[in-house]
């Protein structure tokens, strides 16, 4: 977990919060891989879809070439990767997934090689609007991160931040690409 800490902050990363506990998420629930065939089956409420919607397409992490993309599902689910570029190749390292369960909006974060290959699930805990939106998911019982807190700053720049429980962590600030 700290060589991918490591490895996040020296740029060898890719997005965004993928590091994560043991607390792995039924088979069901867990992101689907591209290629993967059935969808999620759980589905984000209308508002928070809608609201959510900022985050479709491909953004890149500046002075990298590392990014996070974002798709929405049939189902109103959202469903991402991050990945880095090396030449003209992809190399996805991390499936994210957002979706609605009993009453919960579910962040899971799927880091490749980390948990057996099972995601990490943060929970939406605090949602505001103003000032582009700030939405904060929470999973204070895993090492790190225990936080991962998207920050709007308009429409083609976001900042994701990824904090533990001390507040200490990295900040991406993220460019839209399409």
């Known amino acids: 977990m700290k060589n991918r800490l490591c490895c996040f902050q020296s740029g060898c990363f890719v997005l965004l919060m993928g590091v994560f506990c043991l607390l792995g998420c039924s088979q069901e629930n867990r992101p689907q891989k591209p290629g993967d065939g059935d969808r999620i089956q759980p589905q984000v409420q209308e508002g928070l879809k809608e609201e959510l919607a900022f985050l479709v397409g491909t953004w890149k992490v500046e002075g990298k070439d590392e990014y996070e993309e974002w798709g929405m599902t049939d189902q109103g689910d959202l469903q991402g990767s991050s990945y880095s570029l090396v030449g003209e190749k992809k190399e996805i390292f991390e499936y994210l997934a957002i979706t609605k369960r009993n009453d919960e909006v579910i962040y899971t974060a799927t880091v490749l090689d980390q948990n057996n290959g099972e995601g990490i699930e943060f929970v939406l805990q605090k949602h505001e609007e103003e000032g582009g939106g700030i939405y904060s998911f929470e999973n204070m019982e895993h090492d790190f991160p ?18 533990g429980n001390d507040g200490q962590g990295f900040t991406l600030k993220l460019i839209r690409q399409k």
């Open 146 to 163: 225990n936080r991962i807190v998207y920050r709007g700053a308009s429409d083609d720049r976001r900042t994701v931040e990824v904090l």
